[in-house]
Structure formats: structure tokens, C-alpha cells
């Protein structure tokens, strides 16, 4: 599978992308995150952190999903660590488009979970 999506039993989504995604692969990851959001809350909303030292390209309906979901108020908080610059420009891309401001970027994932779980 391209990506890794799972809990390790804290209120906290892992999420990484591995190489290169295509459509079918986005496809796929947003029916497997889909309940995640469904499921999330306005007491207990989603927080998302993101590996990207592995990711590569995303196609341009993958651009769309992370636009799509992203303007979903149930995704509260999305750390991402590692990423690398296409990665970045992806997420400026998304950030500016869907005007909220709850994406960050750090450099390790200790970093990335500290932010998460800071309260605002």
C-alpha cells in the first residue's frame, strides 16, 4: 500500500505517504480515512500527524482530495514532519485554498505531536 494510515491507541491519526501517488491510490486512502473524520466531533476533533520523508508526487485528483478534506471542520489540527519541498508546496497550495490556517510543519515528529496536543 502506498500509504500508512492507523491509532496507536492516542486520539492522534498517523498518516504517511510512500513514493509516488496515483488516483487510484488516493481513491483508495480517502475511503479508508473518510470514517476517521465521520467519527471526529466538536469536542473531539480530528488531529492528524503526517510522515513525509517518504512521500513523493501526488496526482492532480490527489491535490483535490487533501483540498477536499481539508475544508472539513472536523479535522482539527495536521502536523507534518519531514516533508520535503514538493510536499510543502502541496500543503502552502492547500492551506491558501482552503483559507484555514490549522496545518503546520515541523522538522521531527516529537515536534509535530507537541504542536498537536498544545492547546490553542
Known sequence: MP???YR???RILHLAFIGDQS???????????LPFVEAATDDDPLLIVVDGTRSAK???????VFLELNKNLKIAKVAVWGANRYARVL???VIKATGRNNIRF???EQEA?????AED
Open 106 to 108: 515541523t522538522e521531527t
Open 58 to 64: 501526488f496526482s492532480s485528483d490527489g491535490r483535490k
Open 91 to 93: 500543503v502552502s497550495f
Open 113 to 117: 505531536l507537541d504542536w498537536l496536543e
Open 23 to 33: 488516483d487510484a491510490d488516493m481513491e483508495a486512502f480517502r475511503d479508508e480515512f
Open 3 to 5: 500509504y500508512e494510515l
Open 8 to 10: 496507536r491507541g492516542d
